[in-house]
């Protein structure tokens, strides 16, 4: 039991704590911000922090510096946060791969989506397009259901590998539609897009075909969220267009190490939001098709539990799995 000498220097030392988290908040960021993006440069996520980081450096007066960590389905780049100091200088630009998909899809994963990291908040989301060959008999959603039911376990759809987002939106698209198709899976989007054009594939979900449709080289028959793309206007949601309920987005947040002080992670929001609120900023981050959406740091970290669950199901369905 304390004496009243104990109790004295313990309240201080409780007052003191709660006095220097503010001060922190007021200080920060204090030196450069490691800003880690999980895939190569010159890609979506590595646009997407370029340009935030870009913004945040002006606005907060320290750099924040792009560092690009590719490697093993993000999981490379997400460890280097996990493990860094809980201060608000590294950050994660974090995909729904790192955060939903990764923990159903691998056996073991070396970092906890929910206990590893401090959410700061949702930064955007990308729709996936459902792809035919543009000589494709199939002109609809309808249509191509039709078509593969007609031909059950001979028609083939591409993805970027087993457990991509491109095959995991197919594996939910089969399990809501009941059409039994071929999963051929290829080293990245690209080639896939490759044997789309040329017709050895029947059908496939993408988002970087948006140059593909608009010359004329794809068909596109659906969008994958909730909300038509403003790229693509005349191009439904695949609820509209008779899959009743399906969505489904690839999405992208920022993320700092577990245990960062609230009132940094809390800057930190506040700053980001103001930032995807900028003209220019959404001018480029929207030109893909992509929609800005912001959260609050707790709104972010409930969405994260819930597509945990979510993605959890289609993984399972899907069969994917990576040792």
Do not use: C
């Amino acid at each position: 039991m304390l004496n009243f000498a104990g109790r004295i220097f313990l309240a201080l030392a409780t007052a003191m704590t709660a006095m220097a988290t503010p001060v922190a908040a007021q200080t920060y960021p204090s030196k450069h911000v490691r800003f880690i993006v999980p895939y190569a440069a010159g890609g979506a996520t590595d646009l997407l922090a370029r340009t935030i980081g870009e913004k945040l450096s002006a606005n907060l007066g320290q750099p924040f510096v792009v560092e690009n960590r590719p490697g093993a389905a993000t999981i490379l780049g997400a460890q280097i946060v996990a493990k860094s100091e809980p201060d608000g200088h590294t950050l994660l630009m974090a995909t729904s791969t790192t955060l939903a998909i990764n923990v159903s899809l691998y056996s073991k994963l070396p970092y906890d989506p929910v206990k590893d990291f401090s959410p700061i908040g949702l930064v955007i989301e990308h729709p996936f397009v459902l792809l035919v060959n543009v000589n494709s008999p199939a002109r609809t959603v309808q249509e191509l259901i039709a078509l593969a039911k007609a031909k059950p376990g001979q028609l083939a759809y591409a993805s970027g590998g087993s457990g991509s987002f491109p095959h995991l939106a197919m594996a939910l698209f089969q399990s809501m539609t009941g059409i039994d198709v071929i999963h051929v899976p290829y080293k990245g989007s690209a080639p896939a897009l490759i044997d789309l054009m040329g017709g050895q594939i029947a059908m496939m979900f993408d988002n970087t075909a948006l140059n593909y449709v608009k010359g004329g080289k794809l068909r596109a028959l659906g969008i994958s969220t909730q909300k038509r793309a403003a790229v693509m206007p005349d191009v439904p949601t695949l609820s509209e267009a008779g899959v009743p309920g399906y969505e489904l987005s690839a999405w992208q947040g920022i993320i700092a190490a577990s245990g960062t002080p609230r009132p940094i992670v809390d800057k930190l929001n506040a700053e980001i939001v103001k930032v995807l609120a900028l003209p220019d900023v959404q001018a480029r981050l929207t030109a893909d098709g992509g929609r800005i959406i912001t959260s609050t740091p707790d709104q972010f970290a409930a969405y994260i539990r819930s597509e945990i669950g979510r993605f959890g199901k289609i993984v399972k369905d899907s069969g994917a799995r990576v040792e």
